[in-house]
């Protein structure tokens, strides 16, 4: 029996983020809302489903889902979707789209050390994190955990420091740079249990933790492509279909990479379905994980 000590028990080091898809109630209105605020672009539509990103890369898919309703207070399901810019320019674009369209979406910035961020909550109640990452090689990392905190973070002052007339103007915000999803913090019962599934089992690396609160994982040395809380969500169980997150994808660099991991994760006895494309499975709130390979 393998252990999470084991090599072969991890995520590849480049793995990372697919799209996150949200089951909403007012497609028009939530799609007016990541085009026009967040300034992501419309990449394709179909019948109940609109797919949203930077070029051909798919981040936020919205599915029209006017049968269900909010979750209950409490429950388990998505904290917010990070959105990951690739320049302090394209970022602060994003934050002057947002304040200039919907500034009541507003709710925080921080600086965490290792990236800046600006949190917003979308019409739906679906929280979203824009942030830009400092290199690698300014982050510092303890006994193998990342050393992140949360401090002040001026949104006016990072405007005036990086919003350039192109950014404020461009009919394009592909020009000002790509995006992609950074990570993806969920809601959850407990951190114990998030810790046994996501790392024991589905092999990402603890990078960070506040006790029993929050957990931080990530393959590769990032300092977190997952992360999960109670802050909301103490107690909560398995989630009941409602709005809100439908799917998390992930991307695996290789197709072998999918194949070890539905080994492991029916070693763990989790039952997975695999379309020869896509191997999807459940986590202990079932949120629904859909796991692609690069190539």
């Known amino acids: 029996m393998t252990t999470a000590l084991d090599p072969s028990n991890k995520l590849a080091a480049?793995?990372?983020m697919g799209a996150v898809?949200?089951?909403?109630?007012?497609?028009?209105?939530?799609?007016?809302?990541y085009r026009d605020a967040v300034t992501l672009q419309v990449i394709a539509e179909s019948e109940g489903t609109v797919t949203l990103g930077r070029g051909a890369e798919p981040l936020v898919i919205l599915e029209h889902s006017p049968a269900l309703t909010h979750a209950p207070t409490g429950a388990a399901g998505l904290f917010h979707t990070a959105?990951?810019?690739?320049?302090?320019?394209?970022?602060?674009?994003?934050?002057?789209?947002?304040?200039?369209?919907q500034p009541g979406t507003f709710t925080g910035s921080a600086d965490h050390l290792v990236s800046q961020a600006f949190y917003f909550t979308d019409p739906e109640g679906n929280g979203i994190e824009l942030y830009w990452d400092r290199d690698r090689t300014e982050w510092s990392w303890v006994h193998?955990?990342?050393?992140?905190?949360?401090?002040?973070?001026?949104?006016n002052e990072y405007l005036r420091d990086h919003l350039t007339e192109q950014a404020a103007t461009t009919p394009n915000p592909l020009e000002l740079g790509g995006a992609v999803i950074g990570h993806v913090h969920l809601s959850v019962g407990n951190t114990e249990t998030a810790r046994e599934f996501y790392v024991n089992t589905l092999g990402f690396d603890a990078t960070a933790s506040?006790?029993?609160?929050?957990?931080f994982v990530s393959a590769g040395g990032y300092h977190h492509h997952m992360a999960m809380n109670v802050w909301n969500s103490r107690g909560a169980g398995?989630?009941?279909?409602?709005?809100?997150?439908?799917?998390i994808g992930i991307e695996l660099p290789t197709r072998d990479g999918?194949?070890?991991?539905?080994?492991?994760?029916r070693h763990h006895?989790?039952?997975?379905?695999?379309?020869g494309r896509t191997l999807s499975f459940d986590d202990p709130w079932d949120n629904l994980i859909t796991v692609t390979a690069a190539e």
């Not at 394209?90 to 304040?99: G, I, M, N, P, T």
């Not at 193998?144 to 949104?155: C, F, K, S």
């Not at 506040?210 to 957990?215: E, F, K, P, W």
């Open 238 to 247: 398995p989630r009941m279909p409602a709005l809100g997150l439908g799917r």
């Open 210 to 215: 506040l006790g029993n609160q929050a957990l």
């Open 14 to 16: 480049d793995t990372s």
């Open 269 to 275: 006895k989790l039952q997975t379905r695999d379309d």
């Open 83 to 101: 959105i990951l810019f690739e320049s302090q320019s394209a970022l602060a674009a994003a934050l002057y789209s947002v304040a200039r369209a």
């Open 144 to 155: 193998g955990q990342v050393e992140m905190a949360t401090l002040y973070l001026d949104p």
């Open 21 to 33: 898809t949200l089951l909403v109630a007012d497609l028009d209105g939530m799609t007016a809302y």
């Open 258 to 265: 999918l194949g070890e991991l539905d080994e492991r994760l």
